[in-house]
């Protein structure tokens, strides 16, 4: 923040001109600092704000990317390859989906059965295109290492 003069040294015609990055004032506390940047911000700006928060071993969180930055990834365009696990949690969970509808089918109970059998059928499905996302993942994975 000391590289750029703060937004209250800057006139409204100044800071309608966009001679500035800042938004609003740039605030903190002791866990948090929170930039309002211009959309007209320069790249070079923002890139300095992504390699102080390296520096400084900050997550940076851009809300309107969305995007996270964070100081421990060595690479931030390493694909993301899905574990095993992920697909036996999905597997799981739609198991889960189907036996809670299956025991509200059975029950027979009129608004019971109905409101367990949406919701069964909500987490199977919910479950379904996870799975079916995080394979989507692992073949794209796969297909950008094949020679």
């Known amino acids: ?5 703060p937004l209250q040294a800057f006139g409204e015609d100044e800071r309608d001109d966009a001679r500035t990055p800042w938004a609003d004032p740039p605030e903190g506390s002791a866990r948090l600092v929170w930039l309002s940047i211009r959309w007209s911000a320069d790249d070079e700006d923002l890139e300095t704000i992504v390699e102080l928060a390296r520096t400084y071993d900050l997550v940076l969180y851009d809300p309107q990317g969305p995007s996270l930055h964070s100081p421990w990834d060595e690479d931030e365009r390493t694909p993301y390859v899905p574990s095993a696990g992920e697909f036996v949690r999905g597997a799981l969970l739609a198991a889960v989906g189907v036996l809670v509808a299956v025991v509200a089918w059975s029950l027979s109970i009129p608004v019971l ?3 367990m059998l949406f919701v069964g059928g909500f987490v199977t499905l919910v479950a379904v295109f996870s799975v079916a996302a ?3 993942q692992a073949w794209r994975a796969r297909a950008s290492r094949a020679p």
């Open 113 to 115: 059965s109905w409101i």
């Open 134 to 136: 995080i394979s989507q």
């Open 1 to 5: 923040m000391e590289r750029f003069s």
